[in-house]
C-alpha cells in the first residue's frame, strides 16, 4: 500500500485521496457507474484516487458517490439519429466524397487512399 496517497481527511490533497485500488465501498469513478447505469448527476467529485508512476506524475481518477449517482438518461430516437449522422460524417472523406467504410485518422485528415495515392497505384 502506498502511504502517500493515503490521504482520507484532504488535507494534503485538498480533498480526500486514496491508493489505487483501496477506495472505500460508496465511491465510484465515472466508468464504474456507468457499468451499473448510472451517471454522477450533478454531484461534485466527493474524492480521489492515485497511482504512481515512476517518471511522471501520478494517474488521477475522481470517485463520486454511488448512493448520490442517478441512471443514465435513455438515448431518444432524435440522438439516435444525431448519432448515426455524426459517425456518418467521421466516415466521409472531405476529398473524394467517398464512404471510407471506417472513421477517417484525424492524422491524415482524408481516407488513406487519398492520404497515399501513390502506394495505391503501386499495389
Known amino acids: 500500500m ?14 480526500p485521496t486514496y491508493p489505487w485500488r483501496l477506495a472505500p465501498d460508496g465511491l465510484a469513478t ?16 466527493a474524492a480521489q484516487t492515485l497511482r504512481p508512476r515512476r517518471r511522471r506524475e501520478p494517474l488521477t481518477a475522481y470517485l463520486y458517490r454511488v448512493d448520490l449517482a442517478r441512471p443514465v438518461r435513455p438515448m431518444t430516437p432524435g ?34 487512399t487519398c492520404a497515399y495515392p501513390e502506394e495505391q497505384r503501386a499495389a
Open 30 to 45: 465515472r466508468r464504474q457507474l456507468r457499468a451499473r447505469g448510472l451517471s454522477p448527476g450533478r454531484q461534485g467529485i
Open 79 to 112: 440522438m439516435w439519429r444525431a448519432h448515426a449522422a455524426m459517425m456518418r460524417a467521421r466516415r466521409r472523406c472531405p476529398e473524394c466524397g467517398q464512404d471510407a467504410g471506417y472513421v477517417i485518422p484525424t492524422s491524415l485528415g482524408t481516407c488513406v
Open 2 to 15: 502506498s502511504v502517500r496517497f493515503w490521504d482520507p481527511d484532504g488535507t494534503t490533497y485538498g480533498i
